[in-house]
């Protein structure tokens, strides 16, 4: 466990200080929701959980706090953009932020949520409901998000694009299934920053968390991930690395638990561990044109024997790694 309340609050405050003047009805209008109207939610006209059953674009115009066990907004209609504005959407330690309904048929809706804070939710974002036998899931597109204090920020198992989004002492992160994932942040995660499977993610950020990021069959590009007190990047079942910068964490800089991992043209220096660890024989995975630095047990092990690296400083070729 990290002590970290007074990083979250001030990074909380610095993601959100300038938060838009507002104008406009204070409370939703009657009757049926139609797909252009933008129905504002204030804390004094609505009672979370609160269920959005139409259409349409909805908008937080003040902070919004959950009763003890409950949940905060829940997704029951296909078409439905969430603007939290700027604005807060506070759990009690448990229930989940925003979800689909308990289903009582299978459904999947599409849905945008955008521009604010979800803190102290089990899941902050949570994309999937099983009940009865049926499923209730919501996929589209999360970005501007910042979820703090959640067992997970967000789980989405649907196709899906989460941009710009930071998770900010979570228990995991962010984890994705079968999504895009760009420009995120994880930090002072107890478990992992990203957990990512059957993904994409690029240019993203993953600092002082327990275990950085964990890989299965999925494939980052330009990200970095530093300060993990376990390994940076845990990877299995034919996933890749490129052009990534991994130094200074607390075992490996990237460990393989299973075949078929690639790890290309990356920067892995100062870890405690292993630069990087395979457990196979090198034919089933493959690194090249990284530059290894500094690892304190060694550049590359392969199947429990160090490895040796194709070549040292100037006389490396276009495709081998280098180590001091």
């Given amino acids: 466990m990290f002590p970290r309340r007074a ?18 009805d204070l409370a939703p209008p009657a009757g049926a929701v139609q797909p252009t109207d933008r129905v504002r939610l204030l804390d004094q006209s609505i009672t979370l959980p609160y269920t959005i059953t139409e259409p349409g674009s909805y908008v937080l115009i003040s902070n919004l706090v959950a009763p003890p066990g409950a949940d905060g907004i829940v997704i029951d209609a296909d078409g439905v953009t969430i603007d939290l504005n700027g604005f807060s959407l506070v ?10 309904p308990v289903p009582t048929a299978d459904v999947v809706y599409a849905v945008t949520v955008h521009n604010g804070h979800l803190s102290n939710w089990g899941s902050g974002v ?75 993610m690029v240019d993203c950020v993953a600092t002082w968390n327990s275990q950085g990021v964990t890989l299965f069959d999925a494939h980052m ?47 892995i220096e100062g870890n405690q561990g292993y630069g990087i660890r395979f457990p196979n024989a090198p034919s089933v995975s493959l690194a090249y044109k990284n530059i290894l630095w500094f690892n304190a047990l060694g550049p590359v092990l392969v199947g429990g024997a160090d490895a040796p690296i194709s070549a040292t400083g100037a006389g490396a070729g276009a495709w081998d790694n280098i180590a001091p």
């Fill in 7 to 24: 990083a979250v609050v001030a990074l909380a405050c610095a993601l959100f200080s300038s938060a838009p003047a507002l104008a406009g």
């Fill in 126 to 200: 949570f994309g999937r409901v099983l009940a009865s036998g049926f499923e209730a899931s919501i996929k589209g597109q999360f970005h501007g998000l910042v979820f703090t204090e959640c067992d997970w920020g967000i789980q989405l198992l649907q196709e899906s694009t989460v941009a710009r989004c930071s998770a900010i002492a979570c228990q995991t992160g962010f984890g994705l299934q079968t999504s895009h994932m760009r420009d995120c942040h994880a930090t002072m995660s107890d478990f992992n920053g990203f957990s990512v499977s059957h993904s994409n």
């Fill in 91 to 100: 759990g009690s330690g448990t229930g989940r932020g925003i979800a689909p």
């Fill in 221 to 267: 590009t330009g990200c970095t991930v530093k300060y993990s007190t376990q390994n940076g990047i845990t990877a299995s079942q034919v996933s890749s690395v490129r052009r990534c910068a991994i130094s200074n964490n607390g075992s490996d800089g990237i460990a393989s638990i299973g075949s078929g991992l690639i790890v290309e043209e990356c920067v």
